[in-house]
Structures are given as C-alpha cells and as structure tokens.
C-alpha cells in the first residue's frame, strides 16, 4: 500500500488511510478522490538552491529523469551529486525511482531538492546503498508549493563501517510525506538523522524515520526541530528499532516544535522497539511556545518583540542546521530558514 | 539495608504464583456461549429492573457488530467467544447475606489471600492502623462489602454495582456508560453486555471518604469469564482512594477478564485509584494458560480543579490490553498516570495511558516504568492530547524500560497531538539494561549479586511505589522482586 501502488495501479484503495497505523496524521485516500493523468514533459531550467555549490547534477523534469536508463548513480572521486526533482504540472501525476551507491571508502555529498510550481501528485523513490567504509552525507531541501502533494520516501541500507549523514528541511505542501528508512542490517554502522520543518499557512509537512538495528555496535542519533505558525500541521513520527542480538547499539532521538498560533498542530510519535537488552536508547519529545521569560528578558534590553521572537525562533531552528558538515550546504539551510521565518512574520 | 533484605526475602518467598489455588465449592452456571439469552439470564438472576436489560441487549446488538482490536503488540490465537462461561457464582440463598451466611471455603479462600473481610479482623491491628473496606467480587458476584454501615453514617454508598441498580437506579442511569460509552471499543462493549458484577462508589459533596476502598476480584471457575464493572462518583469537594487486586487459580486454559472502570469526578473533587494487578501469569516454561486482561479504564474530570490520579502495579496476566486514561474537561483539572509493568516468562503488555486535554489550565503527568524478563514483551503506548481551547495545559511524560535478559522486549510507542500554542508538553524515554557500573558499585560495597539487582530494581520504580497507598506498596514492592528471578548470573 503506497502513493507509488496507487500511481501505477489506478486503484485508490492502495492509498494509505488514517486507519493505518504509520499514516494517521498523513490521510492521502481521504484526499485524492482520483488519480490524476500524467504530467506532461517538462525541461527544467538550471539552477536550483545547491547550484552554486559545483559537482554533478541530474535533473528529474515531472518525473523523468535527464537521459540516465534506471537513474544509477555510483559515486566516485567525493564531488557532490545534486540531484534536483522539479514539477510544473496542473492536475496531473508523476512518480520517479533512483538508485545511488556509495562504493567501500567512498565520500559522497548528496545534495537534493524538490522545487516545483501547480498542484500535482508527485511521488519520489530513492535507494541508496552505503557499502562499508563509505559515507554519505545527504541534504534535502523541499520547497513545494502549496497545493503539491508529494511523498518522497528514501530507502538506506548501510553496511558495517559505513556512515550516513542526513539533514531534511522543509516548507511542507498540501500534504507532504518526507520518509527515510534505514537498514543497518549487521550493525556497526553510524546514522544521523535530522530534520527541520518550518510550515505556515494551510501547510502539511511529515518527517517520518524508521532505523533498524540488525546487528551489533550500531548507532543513531536523531534530532528534528520543527515550526508551526497559522494552521499548519506538522508531524514527526520516528521509530528506531532494535532487534534480537543487536547488543551496544546506542540510539538517541529528539523531536522538539514550536507552536506559534492558536491553530497550528503538532503531532508526534517516537518510537523505540527493543528486543536486545545491552542498550542504551533515549528518546526526548517537547512541543510549546516560546519561552516568554526569554521574549521578556531581550525586550527588557531593548529589543523590539518582534526581532526577539524572530532571533529566538532562528535559535531554535538553527542547532539543526549547525549540524550539517558541508559548509556550503549549511550555509544555503541557515539562509533557507531565515527566509521562512521571515517570509512567516 | 532493610529494603534490600526485605526484598530477598520477598523473592524467596514469591518464587512460585502463590495464588494459583482453586476453591472447590458448589456453584451456578449460566450455559456455556454467549447469546441474547444468555444476557437475559445474567439480567435476571442479578434480578434487574427493564431499562438495565434494554441496555445490556444494546451493547450486545452493537458488540455483535464490531470487531476484535488487533493493533496492541500483543500475539494471542483467536478467542472463541462462544467457549466460555459468562455467569458463574457460588451456590448461595437470594438477597444479602451476613458474614456468617456465606461459604466457609470462600471466607478460607480470602484469608489465604490475606484479604480481611471480618470488620474486627481489620480492628485488631495495631493502634492507629489504616482501615480499609472491602468488596469482595468472585467469579460473577459480590459475596460481601465490609463497613457499609460505617460509610452510609458519611453518606458514602459502597456496594456492589448490581445492588446500586436496585437501591440507586437514579444514580446508575445517570453516570452509567457516561464515561466509557457502551460502544467505546470491543471489549468495554462485551462488558455492557455481560457484565455481572463490581464496585459502586458514590462520595457526597464535601466529604473526605474515612477510610480506604478497596475490591478484590478473584476468578475461581474453570472456563469462565470475569467481567466486572466499576463506577466510582465524586461528587463536589469530595475525595476517596480506591484499591483494586486481583488473582486467579493456575490453569492451562486462558481465562478472559474484560472490565470496565469509569470515574466521574465533579468540581474540585479527588480520586486516587491504585490497583495491584496479579492475575496468573500463565506457566513461565511454556507461557501455558493464565489471564487475557482486556480492560477500560476511564476517568472523566467534568468539572473545574477535578482531579485523578491512577497508580498500577501489573506483575500478573498472560496478555495486559489496559490504558487508563483521563478526560481533563474541567478547567484546572489534572490527572496523573503512574504505572509499574513487569512482564516475565512468555506474558505480554501492552500498557500505558491517554491524557486528553479538553479544558483550559488541565496537567497531567505521567511516570511509567516498565520491566521486561525472560522472554516477554512489555510495551508503553501512551496518547497525550490538546484540544485548541486547552491553552495553558501541560503534561510530563517519562517512560523508562528495562531489560532484563536476552529474550525479552522493551517497547515505547507513545503518541502526542498539540492542537494549540499555550501549552508545553515534555516527553522523555529511556530504555536501557541494568547498569553494570551501578552493579559493580554495589558488589564493591559487599553486596551480592542478587540483593545488588534487588536495590537498582527498587531504586527504578521508587517514583511510582511512592505513591500507592501504604499496604498495596508493601505488596507491590514484593510483586516486583519476582521479576528478578533468572535476572541474576
């Protein structure tokens, strides 16, 4: 049961409902009454938020990708792969499928975005496969439009050894699932994972992980930090498994929002199955408002309300995004969310 | 160090379910199966007016309809409902009856669980001693309620729920279902079906109930099914603390309890419900037979500044399906959710709370702390919500797990809805195992092994142990101690 069965098969029933269980904050067959036609062809224009940051690029226009049979990616020689998925469609449908691998020993820096214009059904697919010794670091940054409907949902496997770095930062979309699942099937490998989200509006974002500890010595570490202002719903679900035999896995997760109006929602569901007894497993959660001992005390040094809460609120967000270790990356998040949280005053 | 000592000897003496016993008495069956009938005859033999058997037939017309939950982390084959008895009593004479009227075996039975339902057996303690009052449930009746004479001189009304039906039908018909409607989820809609017996407490305005309440369920018979239902009223300014245990014989077969627990409190109100769950766990080898606990328990804070707080011990049952929530719709009201879950051999929980915040100014805290051995599952599933017009509301959640051994499972699965930007809600999990640093310590200090598991056990659920009531902590701290067997070398 997927958007991407859903897509292909015509049949709405496959889409997930709020009666199961991993999409009850996220309803697609409530809200897709048919499935749309397919988008037409679309030639995207060069750019993109990571364009001035060099390395490789491969383009999807509505769903297609630029002339690479099977969309293959095999990373060599540690340049970044920006990999851009762009929509400009009215009422119509596309789904896209990549499969990237990071060779033993290999760096790469995956540098992905979701820009698009229209109101379309987009569905994305990714599988990245971390041999041992590798490393991938992967920043995506969604900027959709309002009435988009996206589900980008990115399969990981690591081996031991290897690593895997990721920073997802959104605007949401009409409804928007952003999903990482990773496999660390034998263990031994280390995992970050984290996420911004900054909604305003009507908008939808969910961030939705699942970590599998199959083996020993493997760790997580997960912090999500999210912004909801006007009537914006943002959802985090994160889930973090640790199977029979997995023993010294350490995982951590945090998930801390923000609420800045009256009817914004946040829900949020982290998860921790064990089933291995030498671990050590935390999990944090915290939703509110801003500290209003903090807004009283830089008014009091003469800072105007609105800045402090601005300066505050960029705090918050930013712990996040000083995570981020390519720097030209980091820097395009840190300018990404001051844009959102000024384009939200 | 008295703790300690007192917690070793504890194991020593709670190796085996000590409850496991059966009582062999005479006693009345309803036909094996579940039909109209069948509800009929449960409605007649508790001789209950119309309006009482129009809505049992409701229930059981809805519950015909629905469907077994399925997405609790627990693994079990399919019931058949139809195998079971619904009404089993203990052959007695109509109408209340005095102490010396009921079955010597039964009263045999309660004294061998340390249950006192001799008013004077409870007198004679020490000076100064807390008193309790008892409502004794086995199988499907009440065989007796201590002090109700004592309570009625306050006011209080403390009998079983069937007598409540006849005596305070006004009462009943008006908070009966109000908190858990009768189709709120499949069992509590089995429960209004069939119900047979449970408490009833009604606390008038103003009064601090004298002493403490307490039901002790017992399930006796082969093949049946408890199915108790509780309603517990705190009218204006009144307070009560309420205790609840359980037990059941050692069987092969799964024996089924669905009850149902409703809590109405009014404004400025106070329940404190603690329970002390020790249903037969089930054969720890083989996870052979024991209890399915299939409960609703639910407490509505319908007024301002209302207040409930739940404490549980769960050491027992084959399967725990219980999440006892609380309804903070009353303004400033709050609810607290303290639990302790230990799961040995093959048994499986699948335990916590929800806290829903409907009203403005509404807290809710909740601490739980689950123990997982041998090769059991434990899991924490808890729902803290905020509707747009709780601003101000607050909730605490700290679930924490600790695994003992290889082949057991520690899950936390808890879920938060803030639909509002006045309130702060503040969540913390951990699972972990016992800490070999902390082991060690203790082993330098000249402890042993085991009396070193027994104190980081205590020292892991002291928060909730402090707040049961002082008899049930005794008990609960001895339960506990079960959970280290096999945990050691």
Known sequence: MSLATAIATGDLTQLPSRRDEDWRWTDLRGLIRAIPPASGLLEPTPGGPFAGLGGEEIVFGNGRSDGRAGALFTAEGGAPLRLRFCSDARGARHASTMVINAPGGERLTLLESYEGQGDYLADVELHIEIEAGAHVTRVVLVEEPAESILVSTAHVRLQPGASFHQVVLTSGGRRQRIETRVTQAQGGAEVRMDGVYILRDQRHADLTTVVTHGGRDGTTSQLTKGVVRDQARGVFQGRIVVEKGADGTEARMGHHALILSDKAEVDAKPELLIFADDVQCAHGNTIGALDEAAIFYARQRGMPEDVARAMLTEAFVGEVVDRIEHEGARDVARAWVSAQLGASE | ?489
């Open chain 2, 1 to 489: 160090m008295a703790a300690v000592k007192e917690t070793v000897a504890a194991v020593a003496e709670l190796e085996k379910y000590q409850h496991g016993f059966v009582t062999d008495i005479a006693q009345d069956f309803a036909p094996k199966g579940l039909n109209a009938d069948i509800v009929r005859f449960i409605s007649a033999k508790k001789d209950e007016p119309e309006w009482m058997l129009a809505w049992r037939l409701e229930a059981f017309e809805r519950w015909l309809a629905l469907e077994e939950p399925d997405w609790a982390k627990v693994n079990y084959p399919k019931i058949d409902y139809q195998d079971s008895y619904y009404y089993a009593a203990p052959s007695q004479k109509a109408g209340p009856m005095s102490l010396d009227e009921v079955d010597p075996d039964i009263l045999e039975t309660y004294k061998k669980l340390g249950i006192p339902l001799r008013e004077q057996e409870v007198l004679a303690g020490v000076q100064g001693a807390p008193r309790y009052a008892v409502d004794a449930v086995f199988d499907s009746v009440s065989v007796v309620t201590t002090f109700k004479k004592e309570l009625a001189a306050v006011g209080v009304i403390f009998c079983p729920i069937s007598e409540a039906i006849r005596e305070h039908p006004e009462l009943v018909k008006k908070y009966l279902g109000s908190v858990v409607p009768v189709s709120d989820n499949y069992f509590a809609c089995l429960n209004s079906a069939v119900f047979s017996d449970g408490s009833f407490v009604y606390i008038p305005p103003g009064v601090r109930c004298p002493m403490e309440l307490s039901t002790y369920f017992r399930i006796n018979a082969k093949d049946s099914g408890q199915f108790e239902r509780t309603l517990i009223i705190a009218d204006k300014g009144s307070y009560c603390s309420y205790l609840e245990g359980c037990t059941a014989p050692m069987r092969d077969e799964n024996q089924l309890h669905a009850a149902v627990v409703e809590l109405v409190i009014l404004e400025d109100a106070e329940i404190k419900y603690s329970t002390v769950q020790n249903w037969y766990p089930g054969d720890p080898e083989t996870g052979k037979g024991g209890i399915y606990n299939f409960v609703t328990k639910r407490a509505d804070c319908r007024e301002d500044r209302a207040k409930v707080s739940w404490t549980q011990v769960e050491t027992g049952s084959a399967i725990t399906w219980k999440y006892p929530s609380c309804i903070l719709r009353g303004e400033g009201s709050s609810g607290e959710f303290y639990s302790i879950a230990v799961t040995n051999g093959h048994q499986q929980a699948d335990t916590g709370t929800k806290m829903i915040h409907l009203g403005a100014n509404t807290k809710s805290r909740i601490i739980s702390k689950g123990i997982s051995a041998g090769k059991s599952s434990n899991t924490y599933r808890g729902l803290v919500s905020a509707h747009p017009k709780a601003v101000g509301s607050r909730n605490f959640t700290q679930c924490d797990s600790l695994l003992i051994g290889k082949d057991c499972a520690a899950h936390t699965v808890p879920y938060i809805e803030a639909r509002n930007g006045l309130s702060v809600f503040e969540h913390e999990a951990t699972t972990t195992r016992l800490s070999d640093d902390q082991l060690f310590y203790c082993q330098q200090r000249g402890l042993d092994t085991e009396s070193a598991v027994a104190l980081l056990v205590n020292g892991f659920v002291r928060d909730v142990l402090q707040t049961l009531p002082m008899e049930f902590a005794v008990e609960a701290q001895k339960l506990v101690a079960i959970s280290l067997e096999g945990s050691v070398g």
